[in-house]
């Protein structure tokens, strides 16, 4: 088998390298699953820089989530030729990898690269609507980095709920495929964000939900109504988020932070599981579906991750250990 990984925290395409070993054994209770899509997330190579909320043990393998395909079982619980999700976190930029049975999430048949997004930034989109304040139809939200993946993802949903969506971007080319994606405006970030929005939508939002930080943070502070609340779940300016005191002290906002791990941590299996297949119905109808700009061999890991960290991109980066057109589907058996 293959792995992605690094020894040391830093560049992610500078400390990531990719080794061969043996297979391990299986124990009583695991499955083995080869490894058929992981995407590339801003968490991942933010992990890899030892910048993110943990740090796993060194040597560490990188990939947070993916989708394989059970390809041996010892135990019971799961059948040979399955498609599954990853479990979060399992270092998941690998030809194969073992798993605990339970920690598998089963899936129908269907598209690989949209299925294989499911577990992180699907998720993270559902709950950053549903966790913090009570959308009804007709309100109005804004988000940061709206053309990444879970920006896209919020379009999607919030639409589906008749909410309007004020998202900002870095450049104007970013624009038409948000509002093709169903967003009510787009903006470029800038000083004046604020004041924008308000001629141009002549709302205040209920809601702002920002993975940038930096002094986007504050900007999206400022279009809030009084008591509104700002959800930060990422920084990718790689800066403090920065807010002045008059919003917080005189308008009553409320900041708050979102990590999926800390759900995962506190919501039931079947709460897990329920989100899950709402999520995979929406991407078997169409309802969710983001761009894909490019495939990469996990042997090119360091070439992914430069080309995705560059931004300008058309979609989302993935990495595809057995090549794009195979399903893998195994004859495996079982022990």
């Given at each position: 088998?293959?792995?992605?990984?690094?020894?040391?925290?830093?560049?992610?395409?500078?400390?990531?390298?990719?080794?061969?070993?043996?297979?391990?054994?299986?124990?009583?209770?695991?499955?083995r699953?080869?490894?058929?899509?992981?995407?590339?997330?801003?968490?991942?190579?933010?992990?890899?820089?030892?910048?993110?909320?943990?740090?796993?043990?060194?040597?560490?393998?990188?990939?947070?989530?993916?989708?394989?395909?059970?390809?041996?079982?010892?135990?019971?619980?799961?059948?040979?030729?399955?498609?599954?999700?990853?479990?979060?976190?399992?270092?998941?930029?690998?030809?194969?990898?073992?798993?605990?049975?339970?920690?598998?999430?089963?899936?129908?048949?269907?598209?690989?690269?949209?299925l294989?997004?499911?577990?992180?930034?699907?998720?993270?989109?559902?709950?950053?609507?549903?966790?913090?304040?009570?959308?009804?139809?007709?309100?109005?939200?804004?988000?940061?980095?709206?053309?990444?993946g879970?920006?896209?993802?919020?379009?999607?949903?919030?639409?589906?709920?008749?909410?309007?969506?004020?998202?900002?971007?870095?450049?104007?080319?970013?624009?038409?495929?948000?509002?093709?994606?169903?967003?009510?405006?787009?903006f470029?970030?800038?000083?004046?964000?604020?004041?924008?929005?308000?001629?141009?939508?002549?709302?205040?939002?209920?809601?702002?939900?920002?993975a940038?930080?930096?002094e986007?943070?504050?900007?999206?502070?400022?279009?809030?109504?009084?008591?509104g609340?700002?959800?930060?779940y990422?920084?990718?300016?790689?800066?403090?988020?920065?807010?002045?005191?008059?919003?917080?002290?005189?308008?009553?906002?409320?900041?708050?932070?979102?990590?999926?791990?800390?759900?995962?941590?506190?919501?039931?299996?079947?709460?897990?599981?329920?989100?899950y297949?709402?999520?995979?119905?929406?991407?078997?109808?169409?309802?969710?579906?983001?761009?894909?700009?490019?495939?990469?061999?996990?042997?090119?890991?360091?070439?992914?991750?430069?080309y995705?960290?560059?931004?300008?991109?058309?979609?989302?980066?993935?990495?595809?250990?057995?090549?794009?057109?195979?399903?893998?589907?195994?004859?495996?058996?079982?022990?």
């Open positions: 088998m293959k792995r992605a990984i690094y020894r040391e925290f830093g560049n992610p395409v500078k400390v990531l390298e990719v080794v061969e070993e043996d297979s391990p054994a299986l124990s009583e209770g695991q499955a699953i080869a490894v058929l899509r992981s995407p590339i997330n801003p968490s991942d190579y933010i992990q890899i820089a030892g910048e993110y909320g943990v740090r796993p043990p060194l040597p560490a393998t990188a990939g947070n989530e993916g989708l394989g395909r059970v390809t041996e079982v010892n135990g019971q619980g799961i059948a040979v030729g399955q498609l599954v999700l990853l479990p979060p976190g399992a270092g998941c930029w690998v030809s194969e990898t073992t798993a605990d049975i339970r920690q598998l999430v089963p899936l129908p048949e269907g598209d690989l690269d949209q294989s997004m499911l577990m992180v930034n699907p998720a993270t989109a559902h709950l950053l609507l549903t966790e913090y304040v009570d959308l009804k139809e007709g309100d109005w939200i804004i988000q940061s980095a709206a053309n990444s879970v920006g896209h993802y919020v379009v999607q949903l919030a639409k589906a709920r008749g909410i309007n969506v004020a998202c900002v971007v870095r450049r104007d080319s970013a624009a038409p495929e948000l509002l093709a994606a169903g967003a009510t405006e787009v470029v970030d800038g000083p004046d964000l604020a004041r924008e929005v308000r001629k141009r939508t002549g709302a205040k939002m209920k809601l702002a939900l920002d940038v930080a930096g986007t943070f504050g900007r999206l502070a400022e279009t809030l109504e009084d008591g609340t700002l959800v930060n990422g920084a990718m300016s790689m800066q403090n988020a920065q807010i002045a005191a008059g919003p917080l002290i005189f308008r009553d906002i409320r900041v708050r932070g979102f990590w999926l791990v800390h759900w995962f941590g506190r919501a039931s299996r079947a709460e897990r599981m329920g989100v297949a709402d999520l995979t119905r929406a991407v078997a109808t169409g309802a969710l579906h983001v761009p894909i700009d490019r495939h990469f061999a996990l042997e090119d890991v360091r070439e992914a991750v430069a995705t960290m560059k931004g300008g991109r058309a979609g989302k980066v993935l990495i595809a250990p057995h090549g794009v057109g195979s399903g893998m589907a195994s004859r495996r058996r079982r022990r």
